[in-house]
């Protein structure tokens, strides 16, 4: 089911138009997967299945090899705790620093946070409002003129900066793909 969205989501993004590579707007969709590190107190692990889309603003033009910009990624994560399906919702805004290895590839460090929404409680994290912190590095091939195509490594602390009580928060490894159109 997972993948058949992301190719929907491919599909979708494919009526978008582009013209550049580094120093260009776009707008893309991802996919990632959270690996726990370390269970639970309830003996359980939290693997969410995350979806959402980037859109990515630049905010210094390079002329040379080196940019940075700004992501704005609203995200739903899906996933299993203790025999109930976890929902979270929410938006990140990273910053993200962009390095041009050659014509046709990128690599970027990004790292932000964002409020989000989780359904769940365990004796680390209470349910409700929370921030997804996140720090990530990327590698993005052009495909062609108007298309790109990533794969991303990172970690993610979720949180509720000490609203309510417990906040010892949740931690994810993240692994993931993107796909992305640039934007005239």
């Known amino acids: ?48 299945t995350i979806i959402g889309a ?49 014509e046709n590839d990128i690599i970027s460090a990004r790292g932000g946070a964002g409020p989000h929404f989780i359904n769940i409680n365990t004796r680390r994290q209470a349910k409700g409002f929370i921030f997804s912190d996140n720090f990530a590095f990327s590698y993005r091939r052009k495909l062609n003129e108007r298309q790109q195509m990533g794969v991303l490594f990172g970690i993610r602390h979720l949180s509720n900066a000490g609203i309510m009580q417990p906040n010892t928060g949740i931690d994810n490894l993240l692994i993931g793909v993107e796909y992305a159109r640039l934007l005239e």
């Not at 009526?15 to 550049?20: D, E, K, Y």
């Not at 590190?37 to 693997?47: F, K, M, Q, T, V």
Request: glycine share 8%.
């Open 54 to 102: 980037i859109y990515h603003l630049p905010f210094y033009q390079s002329q040379n090899r080196f940019n940075v910009g700004v992501d704005i990624m609203p995200q739903i994560a899906l996933g299993r705790f203790n025999g109930k399906t976890v929902v979270e919702f929410g938006a990140n805004v990273q910053f993200n620093f962009n390095y041009a290895l050659s």
């Open 1 to 48: 089911m997972k993948y058949s969205f992301l190719l929907f989501c491919l599909l979708l993004s494919g009526f978008l138009s582009a013209q550049s590579f580094l120093n260009e707007r776009y707008f893309g969709v991802f996919i990632q997967h959270g690996i726990s590190y370390y269970d639970l107190p309830e003996n359980d692990s939290y693997h969410p």
